[in-house]
């Protein structure tokens, strides 16, 4: 007889999960335990729960499952929406929802990677029981698909009867919450915009033929009297002779909720008080009060997406891997009544922008993102060439969101959602384009302008001496922080440790009071962090912060999650970075980076390699390339 195991954890409450594995185990009789780790719980920690002999049980990490099936899990996936999309009446405005960004962070995608896993591990393995410890709607999924049927099944859930009977309610509330607040965070800055253009005879200080979508003051630096976006450096330096300005906005953040109107004010007198020489459109300042209102209070709208949703229903074409996935996709429907609404005004926006500014070229580092599409969108119904800026890592997880997704609405009548041209950084993110049917004049590659160039002779000698060398520098991210926190403290018992935290998660792991290992704080930026620490090597799990690393020739060892396990910017066939996740495995390789300086030498190379497979050039040359990719250059166009 053979189980399979499904630890999936108990709202990631590893005593409470660990606690129900062994009371399940001790009223099943079995031979073999077939294990599969789909949380971040120690190994440790689980067999001390199973408590039974090596021989009895197989360990398996959700990581390798993953990679295994990743291909097939795209494929599904992109057909999933297409499917959607052809439904007849057209799912009114699916391009604006959550759903056709298949955005990896979103819990419904989560889940529906692990149904995807669960049907490849229930169709190889064909278990006699099976016990699943996790997510209560997937643990319901799991009881009705026939691919269980001859198991016995253990559904282990949550303890908090109370959160079963009133979360939808409270999600329900949540998002009526939300829409509200999104809708006088717009009204408000509108409003204040318009007594600002009164006080003044021009609010847009001047139009130009370039321009750059940008959210603000996210992701800027500034050099001197100028500040430049990070995802577009200093672009505008290429454009000497011709006006220029950016597009900028307030309230955007790339997510289901806008800044609240009160930091949109102070972005907004902060930078009327700079003496910045840039010029700044801001996108709000295009919109209208009849626009917010069609936008946002529309209630046909809303009547609509409700009768898409039932048809959707009704065709089937909420079955995934043959099995409905209603229960798993309900929150999706209040993703999509907070996010439509502001995205229909970011069109609305977008469109007026460009018919009042008149630019040739409008450059868009979040193309793939929902606003991203708004925003290109706009400016295309406005005869504007668009050109998408990789501003990031486009590569396995990401697939799906950043590339798939767009060439499923590219093929489904939405090409107005994608930009005109797509600038990349490098070979490998040019080939998963064209892998997925993009057009190869469409497609080009330039570099990355976010990543400046190191500079090797500042490396050698540190701005602060100090006594003890540091080992490894451990960077969190928005996903792993957690984990990654707490294998520094494992790690901190047998090396010298330096544990970087995420910005949004930056002000939580600086007020922790650790004393075996130190918390640096995100601001310092990658470069001077490594050039006073020197360590011996960095260590990731989804950051795009490992190729700045790669950029300063650090060794790098990528930490996988089981949960959100293959979101990894550096390819392993290509870089050859090896894949650790056990504390031994990391510390042995420390030790031979360490002692083996010719082991080393070999991984700097490796290092050098993959960077020139995944970022063609950096910061200016990269910028110098970028500007190559439109129909004109800077010195046919006259200011």
């Avoid at 409470?16 to 440790?44: E, G, K, M, Q, Y």
């Avoid at 003044?200 to 940008?214: D, E, H, L, T």
């Avoid at 460009?354 to 929902?370: D, K, S």
Wanted: aromatic fraction near 10%; charged fraction near 20%; charge should be neutral.
């Amino acid at each position: 007889m053979t189980a399979l195991i499904l630890f999936d954890e108990c709202a990631k409450d590893h005593e409470r999960s660990l606690d129900s594995l062994a009371r399940t185990l001790s009223i099943t009789a079995n031979n073999h335990l077939h294990f599969v780790n789909l949380s971040d719980c120690p190994v440790d920690l689980i067999n001390k729960a199973i408590k039974l002999p090596e021989s009895q049980v197989t360990y398996t990490n959700g990581f390798e499952l993953y990679s295994k099936i990743d291909e097939d899990f795209n494929v599904s996936l992109a057909a999933w929406l297409e499917n959607l999309l052809q439904l007849r009446p057209v799912y009114w405005n699916l391009r604006y929802s959550r759903i056709s960004e298949l955005n990896f962070s979103i819990p419904l995608f989560q889940n529906l990677r692990k149904i995807h896993l669960i049907r490849y591990l229930l169709e190889s393995t064909s278990p006699n029981e099976l016990i699943y410890i996790g997510d209560r709607n997937l643990g319901h999924w799991l009881s009705k698909t026939p691919l269980a049927k001859n198991a016995r099944i253990y559904l282990i859930p949550p303890k908090n009867v109370y959160r079963r009977r009133v979360g939808r309610s409270i999600e329900y509330f949540r998002a009526l919450m939300l829409f509200t607040s999104n809708f006088f965070s717009e009204l408000l800055l509108l409003f204040l915009l318009r007594i600002f253009s009164r006080r003044s005879k021009s609010f847009v200080r001047n139009s130009g033929v370039v321009a750059i979508y940008a959210l603000f003051p996210r992701n800027w630096r500034r050099v001197g009297e100028h500040s430049t976006y990070r995802y577009t450096s200093h672009l505008f330096e290429h454009y000497p002779d011709i006006s220029s300005y950016y597009l900028i906005s307030f309230l955007r953040t790339n997510s289901d909720a806008l800044e609240r109107f009160w930091t949109g004010f102070q972005s907004l007198t902060n930078l009327l008080r700079s003496k910045d020489q840039n010029n700044y459109e801001i996108l709000e300042n295009y919109g209208s009060f009849k626009d917010l209102l069609a936008s946002y209070l529309n209630l046909e709208n809303l009547f609509r997406w409700v009768q898409s949703s039932r048809r959707a229903r009704s065709n089937r074409c909420w079955n995934f891997c043959g099995v409905s996935v209603e229960e798993v996709m309900a929150p999706i429907a209040l993703h999509a009544f907070r996010e439509i609404p502001k995205n229909l005004y970011t069109e609305r926006c977008s469109y007026r922008a460009a018919r009042h500014l008149t630019p040739t070229t409008l450059y868009i580092p979040v193309f793939e993102l929902l606003e991203g599409r708004a925003i290109t969108k706009g400016h295309k119904t406005a005869k504007v060439q668009t050109v998408g800026i990789q501003h990031g890592i486009m590569y396995s997880l990401q697939v799906t969101r950043a590339i798939s997704s767009l060439a499923v609405l590219n093929n489904n009548s939405n090409s107005t959602l994608v930009p005109d041209l797509i600038a990349v950084e490098g070979k490998v993110t040019e080939n998963l384009f064209l892998r997925y049917g993009f057009q190869e004049s469409t497609i080009h590659t330039v570099g990355a302008p976010r990543l400046e160039p190191s500079n090797l002779e500042s490396m050698i000698a540190p701005t602060i001496v100090r006594k003890d060398p540091v080992d490894i520098v451990i960077f969190g991210d928005l996903y792993s922080s957690s984990n990654l926190f707490n294998l520094s403290k494992i790690l901190a018992e047998h090396l010298i440790v330096v544990f970087r935290p995420h910005p949004a998660k930056d002000s939580f792991f600086i007020s922790k009071n650790n004393q075996r290992f130190t918390i640096e704080q995100e601001n310092i930026s990658t470069t001077e962090l490594i050039n006073t620490y020197q360590p011996i090597a960095a260590l990731y799990c989804m950051s795009g912060i490992a190729l700045e690393i790669l950029e300063l020739e650090i060794p790098l060892i990528f930490s996988p999650s089981n949960e959100y396990p293959l979101l990894n910017p550096v390819i392993p066939e290509v870089s050859r970075v090896p894949t650790l996740q056990n504390v031994d495995d990391i510390v042995r390789e420390l030790m031979q980076l360490k002692h083996d300086p010719s082991y080393q030498s070999l991984r700097k190379i490796a290092g050098r390699e993959c960077l020139g497979e995944l970022v063609k050039d950096t910061g200016n040359e990269a910028c110098r390339n970028l500007t190559k990719v439109i129909d004109f250059e800077p010195e046919e166009v006259q200011k």
